[in-house]
């Protein structure tokens, strides 16, 4: 478990990142609740804008680990390119969950409605699992830290707007409403609707069961072990 | 005992091959260092011999074992200085080494031990608790050294370590190399600076557009061109000297002249130097002879009419 | 390598645009947010078939997923097209025919299903193809190259066997030399040489007369015969540095200077032999390849090593003048290497070329 | 007038910043059209429609983020990779780091002109009065080059300075209540209004629209003497920091 310990001890490591991954989920617990949107408060809308974020952010990690020639020096240690992934994958996941679940406890300690706290909390976990696998993917195709992390920016900020997170997809054309669903943005939106709205368990249990395919998906795009 | 060879090794970027059928055996206890201009094929070799680029053809084995050469157990006893810098920039340097130590699965007092002896063997004991980020050039190659020294290996492959480095740091790491070879362990070493290998290497390899161009100890690829010496007179009178004559004299292939100071380079050879001494010394004073043995320059010189040093400092 | 991954990168484009098709499918005629997760499990299932090699078995969960989703999408129909390229393009497309039964079933029998089925048998049984032809040609390759090694191989032989064959001519000739100036001109002179010594202590002035007529007249066999053993061993064919100037001699395309140093005589005929050659093909490339108005050769015999030095001043062409000129080089180098030296070229400031040998032994 | 002869070379940098381009003018340019696609046929209360207001705050908000160019730029030549080059050159780095803010500036008032264009001319958007707008986008692109550049120059590390200027921009778009509305608090609406470069200039085109001029000129002055007021810091910064 080495890897997984040091994964922690550097996502920690750099003052930026620690502000992000501390600072953002306490910030999103206290942004107040809108008019009839979105369905819980604003806070908890943009917390999956957060755990996008913070997925790029945390997978760059790999990314040096990649560019800078620490992958070639673990390739010749007797480390597998497996054991590698995943011990990082687990670090990040942790901090995610953590974060997750800093979240929902300090929302329901602050007062905020949440309907279910834990179907809220399942369906943050489940989306990170999501972020990270695509941020996993993302970053095998890219060379450069800055170009990856700016590329990808831009692309949350259209998959946040198309999924339905900043604005209601009820007012989106037809069209856009259909295509709306590729992203996995649309699931975790659709989710805090069902969350809101008292939907039955099984739609919940649907919903993340999504989120967790699309985890999959690109968990099996993204492990190719690369060097350059 | 062979530790490591490859036998008619292959590999093609493309339709140019970057490594042409080559031989190579590493045996233990020597220093073998890697020569070559910059694409030569150096770095490429190396990652082939540890496993991380496959091959197209031939066979490479590892400590004995060519039928799975990088297993887990061959690894355990192989140390790689990669040419980037490799280190953990947010970690401290003690901290970075915890980390690849315990990727050798060496365990907390045993642990703590090997890095802290490898720190002190890299001369950073110092600075232990400090993060990369601000050391100099020198110090980072030596903490990119002292990260495959923790698992004391058998074989050490060494990509480059003194690229872009003061001096001071460089003596030191040539040292340290010097010390690892008498606690036993065997080293590859490339470079293109021949001072280093002639200061440390036991046995070297001149690659060159991916095929081993020569190879032997510093001593027998000098003997083999041993045939040319470079002499420098400064004298009193240059413009008094008959260069015609001094040209004509056997085995003098060229004289130039520029200021004060004539240059002559001829064969080498006992005899030589008194007959175009005496030549000199007829029509004018001497003040100074200046005779430039051979080094590896002048072999890579030799046997492919390439400096090997072009470009240098340019990454 | 390059030639799986340029199949596997068809097979991936055809895969690509298989669910590019059943997404729009999906958005254009059936929006259930439920049926979504149809493309979600293929699209896993392929991905899972692109990062590693599955058998062919692993194709019935996709049948599976999609006979599941029969009652609820009409995309699921089209979705089976997958299973019928993956079996098509393993080279099992019997497999992919008993796909075609599924139209059976499809309440709404459409002529679209039936033709994208078609065409991704045709698609598939077209990559099956391509693939086999492109081992096939693979493997021919990999024997040519196994036969052009066995030649350079066998070549590297005939070169050192010539080389000893040369070397045991000269040896040969050498005796036949000695041979003759010991049997001809050394008994000649032996013979002179007594009869001047008794010259010497001749009292009698005929027999002194006598004597030095048979010193006069063995040393004008001597000299006869040594004349025709010159003559004999002469050789009438230019060889050694001669042989270069000749060839310079006759290249008039660009200015072509030649400088020489040390003593040329001790490099054997074999060695000049190479020598000429190289400085052939470095002209010849020069002219194909460069736009070179002058080159200088240097022929260097120092020590243990004779050195050839090739440079001209043009800026090579890019592109194909390395591989062109390749094969003339490589051999050059074999031959180089044969006879235990080396050569090497560089395009870096002008083409160069640099051929280095040994020198025998003397003695 | 050596520094004139760099001016060509910093227009060339910039336009092949090819990052810059995608964060300042592809993603907007997307951005846009998705939203004018959501959001064609709704109007607000008083019968405009919605899209307007969103096009004219986009393009004004993504102005906030035009310095950045300006300080990577400075901080790269003047006291990072070139920057003992720079030193040794016998030449006026203060007017050097001066055209690359006007460059800086202009730059990001030609991307904030160009996506105006493409509204107007691709998704049919009508300007009630361009020359106003693009008045405003210029003293935006001023206001955000000098708030960088007294960043880079009033902070040790890059990194913070770089932080600093992204707190700025995103800071202003939430403050002006872009994404959530902000609680009610007598800083958050002083923020929220003539606080707020973002809000005053969004203010002063939505006034014109209306006719209000002497409102316009108001609020449009107030970023310009904002701008006067921060010019003489960032000269007495720059000047500290250069020598």
């Excluded at chain 1, 997809?169 to 989710?191: K, N, Q, S, Y």
């Excluded at chain 3, 299973?83 to 796909?99: D, K, M, T």
Aim: aromatic content about 10%; some cysteine.
């Amino acid at each position: 478990m080495t890897i997984f310990y040091f994964t922690l001890k550097r996502s920690f490591a750099n003052l930026a990142n620690l502000i992000f991954l501390t600072a953002a989920p306490i910030a999103c617990i206290f942004l107040p609740a809108g008019e009839g949107w979105p369905p819980l408060a604003y806070g908890y809308a943009y917390f999956g804008i957060v755990i996008l974020f913070v997925a790029i952010r945390l997978a760059q990690i790999m990314m040096e680990d990649r560019v800078k020639g620490i992958l070639k020096r673990l390739s010749v240690a007797p480390v597998r390119y497996f054991s590698y992934l995943g011990q990082h994958l687990l670090a990040y996941a942790v901090i995610l969950i953590l974060q997750s679940a800093v979240v929902v406890l300090g929302g329901w300690i602050a007062g905020q409605e949440l309907h279910r706290p834990w179907a809220l909390f399942a369906l943050y976990v489940s989306f990170s699992f999501a972020a990270l696998a695509m941020a996993l993917a993302w970053i095998s195709v890219f060379r450069s830290k800055d170009a990856a992390f700016l590329f990808y920016m831009s692309l949350i900020v259209l998959a946040a707007l198309l999924g339905g997170i900043i604005l209601p997809l009820e007012i989106f054309p037809d069209l856009l409403r259909r295509i709306a669903v590729i992203l996995p943005t649309f699931w975790f939106a659709e989710g805090l609707k069902s969350i809101a709205s008292a939907q039955p368990f099984a739609d919940n249990v649907r919903i993340n069961a999504t989120l967790c395919l699309y985890a999959l998906v690109f968990l099996v795009l993204g492990s190719t072990r690369r060097m350059q | 005992m062979t530790l490591a060879s490859m036998q008619s090794v292959l590999k093609r970027y493309g339709s140019c091959a970057a490594l042409d059928y080559i031989d190579l055996e590493i045996h233990e206890g020597e220093i073998v260092g890697l020569l070559g201009p910059n694409g030569a094929g150096k770095t490429t070799l190396i990652q082939a011999l540890t496993g991380i680029l496959p091959v197209d053809q031939g066979r490479i084995s590892l400590f004995g074992d060519s039928r799975n050469p990088f297993s887990d157990a061959n690894k355990q006893k192989l140390g790689l200085v990669t040419q980037e810098i490799a280190v953990f920039e947010e970690l401290t340097a003690k901290e970075g080494l915890e980390f690849f130590a315990g990727i050798y699965g060496l365990r907390r007092e045993e642990k703590k031990k090997r890095v802290a002896e490898a720190l002190e063997f890299v001369g950073l004991s110092a600075y232990a608790n400090k993060v990369p980020h601000k050391f100099s050039g020198g110090m980072k190659r030596r903490l990119n050294i002292a990260c495959a020294l923790t698992h004391r290996p058998r074989l050490l492959i060494m990509d480059e370590p003194t690229v872009g480095i003061d001096p001071q740091s460089r003596n030191h790491i040539l040292e340290s190399v010097q010390k690892l070879r008498e606690q036993g362990t065997t080293i590859l070493y490339t470079t293109h600076c021949m001072e280093e290998v002639q200061e440390i290497a036991s046995r070297v390899v001149i690659l060159d557009q991916g095929q081993v161009v020569k190879e032997g100890t510093v001593q027998q690829l000098i003997e083999t061109v041993r045939h040319e010496e470079t002499i420098i007179f400064d004298v009193a009178d240059p413009l008094g000297i008959p260069l015609r004559q001094v040209e004509s004299i056997a085995g003098v292939s060229q004289v130039s002249v520029s200021g004060s100071r004539i240059t002559v380079i001829s064969a080498a050879g006992a005899g030589n130097l008194d007959r175009i001494l005496s030549v000199v010394q007829q029509h004018s004073g001497v003040l100074g002879i200046q005779a430039d043995k051979p080094n590896l320059e002048d072999v890579f010189l030799t046997l492919t009419g390439k400096q090997l040093r072009d470009r240098e400092g340019s990454r | 390598m390059s030639l799986r991954t340029e199949r596997t990168w068809l097979a991936n484009g055809w895969r690509l645009l298989h669910f590019g098709f059943l997404t729009y499918l999906w958005i254009g005629f059936d929006d259930a947010e439920n049926t979504f997760i149809l493309l979600l499990l293929l699209f896993l299932l392929t991905s899972l078939r692109w990062r590693f090699e599955l058998p062919a078995v692993f194709l019935l969960p996709d049948i599976l997923i999609c006979v599941l989703y029969f009652p609820y999408t009409s995309v699921s129909y089209y979705a089976l097209a997958l299973p019928i390229f993956e079996w098509a393009q393993r080279g099992r497309w019997p497999f992919s025919l008993s796909v075609f039964v599924a139209l059976g079933f499809v309440p709404f029998f459409s002529g679209w299903l039936l033709w994208y089925f078609v065409l991704a048998l045709f698609v598939g049984f077209f990559l099956d193809r391509y693939a086999r032809n492109l081992e096939q040609w693979k493997k021919e390759a990999d024997e040519q190259r196994k036969a052009r090694q066995e030649l350079e191989r066998v070549k590297a032989e005939l070169l050192e066997a010539q080389r000893s064959v040369s070397k045991q001519a000269e040896l040969t000739e050498r005796y036949r030399i000695a041979r003759q100036l010991h049997d001809h001109l050394g008994h000649d002179l032996t013979g002179a040489s007594l009869a001047l010594q008794a010259h010497a202590y001749a009292e009698d002035p005929e027999e002194a007369k006598s004597l030095l007529q048979e010193v006069k007249s063995r040393l004008e066999r001597s000299t006869h015969s040594l004349r025709e053993t010159v003559h004999d061993a002469t050789p009438v064919a230019p060889i050694g540095i001669e042989n270069l100037e000749r060839a310079l001699l006759h290249f008039q395309e660009i200015d072509v200077s030649l400088r020489k140093s040390g003593d040329l005589l001790s490099v054997a005929a074999y060695q000049w032999s190479l020598l000429e050659a190289c400085l052939k093909e470095a002209l010849t490339n020069i002219v194909r390849h460069s736009d070179a108005t002058a080159a200088e050769v240097t022929v260097q015999v120092a020590g243990a090593i004779v050195r050839l030095l090739v440079q001209d001043d043009g800026t090579p062409r890019e592109n194909n003048a390395q591989s062109e000129s390749g094969s003339g080089l490589r051999s050059l180098n074999m031959r180089a290497r044969a006879l235990g030296g080396s050569l090497s070229t560089s395009a870096d400031n002008g083409f160069l070329l640099v051929c280095v040998l040994p020198l025998e032994q003397e003695g | 007038m050596r520094v004139l002869s760099t001016v060509r070379f910093t227009l060339l940098r910039l336009m092949r910043n090819y990052i810059v381009l995608l964060l300042l003018l592809a993603v907007p340019i997307a951005l846009l059209t998705v939203f004018s696609v959501i959001l064609s046929g709704m109007v607000d209360e008083a019968g405009r429609p919605y899209f307007d207001q969103t096009a004219l705050t986009m393009v004004l908000a993504f102005q906030l983020f035009g310095g950045s160019t300006v300080m990577s730029y400075l901080n790269e030549d003047l006291f990072a990779r070139n920057r003992e080059r720079m030193t040794v050159a016998p030449f006026n780095r203060t007017l050097y780091a001066f055209s690359i803010l006007l460059a800086g500036s202009a730059f990001s008032f030609l991307l904030g002109a160009a996506i105006m264009a493409y509204t107007r001319l691709v998704l049919g958007l009508v300007w009630a009065n361009w020359g106003w707008t693009l008045y405003l986008i210029a003293l935006m692109a001023v206001l955000s080059s000098i708030v960088c550049v007294i960043f880079v120059c009033g902070v040790k590390s890059f990194s913070t300075a770089e932080r600093l200027s992204e707190v700025y921009g995103v800071g202003f778009v939430l403050l002006a209540g872009l994404f959530f509305p902000m609680p009610q608090h007598a800083v958050f609406e002083f923020m929220g209004s003539y606080g707020n470069p973002l809000t005053l200039s969004v203010g002063a085109v939505r006034a014109v629209e209306i006719g209000n001029w002497n409102e316009a000129w108001f609020q449009a002055n107030i970023v310009l003497a904002a701008i006067g007021f921060l010019f003489p810091v960032m000269l007495v910064m720059g000047r500290r920091r250069l020598r």
